[in-house]
């Protein structure tokens, strides 16, 4: 064999498994097909629209409703400044991750890669030139893509993407975003937050149909706030490029008119290429089927990260990677954690870790709800975020921790007390009883706490 192992793309997940390998002395290499590194997770996707996140938040704090009353200028000035610090953090950060891999002593190999057989792959350069190369272990990580329907006119000027749409260098008169998930919701923010008219369609009552409601309800606060027109149950028909924009026409007959559309519906597996047949793997609706262990259906070929469907996070992808490798070449088997964070980093932050009300209820807990306000912390009213909400749900009988609901500033660094106390099987007392720093968004925790206390 050429290599010990051969991963095939350069994201989280990806990373996290050349890492681990290099660790345990084994060759390895990964092959990404992009001339840079760092997959969706760094190029196209999740830090690039954190980045251009946090400038928008910046940018909105000089006014209650965003930037709207800034000039055209002003605005087109705000817009290019946070394209380049995004593009600043992917340069840095891509260099970090570079370093860190030729450090450890992985190869990096240029070009695309297709299953040759079960052990070899045939890696196709920019040029078209094909080589060929074997080993014992093979890892996919070739993450996902945004789905685009045949349907709809991308052009990646008016009617865009999730990856095009952060590729803008002068920000739209007005943006009609479709789809009221994870992806939706925050390029909804980040905009309306920059002085964009924004209008979301969502096809369901709800943003973030899945969440607590109380915590959503905040959010749909802050985008009424901002200013952002909300159509809900509703479904689009039609979009439609003009000479003076785009028009998105509704199953109810709305016809809505905007500059640019951005379509955030749904994710597809980057899995076509691989000619994953010529290697026996079995596919679930085009995503690598799975063991426990992240084995396909072949048994030295292993799946990681968004190709292999939900989660599709970049903190999972990574454990997964590792997880993956420590099983290829030691049989041990890394367990995830049970309660794993999530995170929507929109205006304001949504995390979560555990269960809903909702779920508590279909499987017939008793539990009680304890909720800490921002605005009753002086934290909270120091930095002037008087609608955040630390939720708890906690058994009534065993007292223990079953679900933390975050909404509000920083509530993705928050939301790990949480999980932690739900890992090791920690109580409401625990936290009642815990001593926070003073003043922190923290101590919302021990609010919440007492609050489940008084309710037990």
């Known amino acids: 064999m050429d290599y010990d192992i051969l991963i095939v793309g350069s994201g989280p997940a990806g990373q996290h498994a050349a890492w681990q390998a290099a660790s345990m002395g084994k060759r390895a290499a990964i ?36 930037m709207r ?17 995004k593009d600043n953090v992917i340069d840095q950060q891509e260099s970090v991750i570079l370093k860190r891999l030729l450090k450890s002593g992985v190869a990096l190999i240029p070009g695309e890669a297709s299953f040759v057989d079960a052990h070899t792959l045939s890696i196709m350069d920019s040029k078209g030139a094909c080589t060929h190369l074997s080993a014992e272990v093979i890892v996919l990580a070739t993450g996902s893509r945004p789905r685009r329907p045949s349907n709809i006119p991308f052009d990646k000027k008016t009617v865009l993407d999730s990856t095009s749409i952060l590729k803008l260098k002068r920000l739209p008169k007005s943006l009609v975003v479709i789809g009221g998930g994870v992806i939706g919701c925050e390029f909804v923010s980040i905009f309306a937050a920059l002085g964009v ?13 899945y969440l607590s409601e109380d915590v959503v309800e905040v959010l749909a606060d802050s985008f009424e706030n901002m200013g952002v027109q909300m159509h809900m149950n509703e479904r689009v028909v039609a979009i439609r490029k003009e000479d003076d924009g ?16 951005l379509y955030a519906l749904g ?25 426990k262990h992240f084995q396909s259906s072949v ?34 088997t890394q367990s995830m954690a049970k309660n794993l964070p999530m995170a929507i980093y929109a205006i304001p932050e949504i995390s979560w870790v555990g269960k809903t009300e909702k779920e508590a209820q279909a499987e017939k807990l008793h539990y009680v709800v304890g909720r800490g306000y921002y605005k009753e912390s002086a934290r909270g009213q120091i930095i002037g975020d008087c609608n955040g909400l630390v939720k708890l749900i906690v058994d009534a009988e065993t007292h223990r921790l079953i679900g933390t609901h975050i909404v509000g500033e920083h509530a993705s660094e928050l939301i790990h007390t949480g999980q932690l106390l739900m890992n090791f099987g920690g109580t409401v007392h625990d936290l009642a009883c815990n001593v926070f720093n003073y003043p922190t968004l923290a101590e919302c925790y021990k609010l919440a706490a007492q609050d489940c206390l008084q309710k037990l």
């Not at 009353?69 to 610090?85: C, F, K, L, P, T």
């Not at 785009?246 to 559309?261: I, N, P």
């Not at 990681?304 to 990574?318: E, I, N, Y």
Request: no cysteine; charged share 20%; aromatic share 4%.
């Open 31 to 66: 092959i990404e097909r992009k001339p840079s590194i760092g997959g969706a997770g760094l190029q196209t996707g999740t830090i690039p629209s954190k980045a251009l996140r946090e400038a928008a938040f910046l940018a909105s704090r000089h006014s209650d409703r965003g």
């Open 69 to 85: 009353e800034a000039s055209h200028r002003a605005r087109y000035g705000v817009m290019a400044d946070a394209v380049r610090r």
């Open 197 to 209: 008219e924004v209008s979301v369609v969502n096809s369901h009552t709800q943003l973030l149909s």
């Open 246 to 261: 785009v028009l998105t026409m509704l199953e109810s007959g709305k016809k809505l008119y905007a500059d640019a559309v």
């Open 267 to 291: 994710r597809k597996p980057n899995a076509t290429s691989l000619n994953t047949a010529k290697a026996g793997i079995e596919l679930d609706h085009g995503w690598i089927a799975v063991n």
């Open 299 to 332: 048994a030295h070929i292993y799946a990681v990260g968004d190709l292999v469907g939900r989660p599709a996070l970049a903190s999972t992808g990574m454990e997964q990677g590792r997880a993956a490798v420590l099983h290829a070449f030691s049989g041990e």
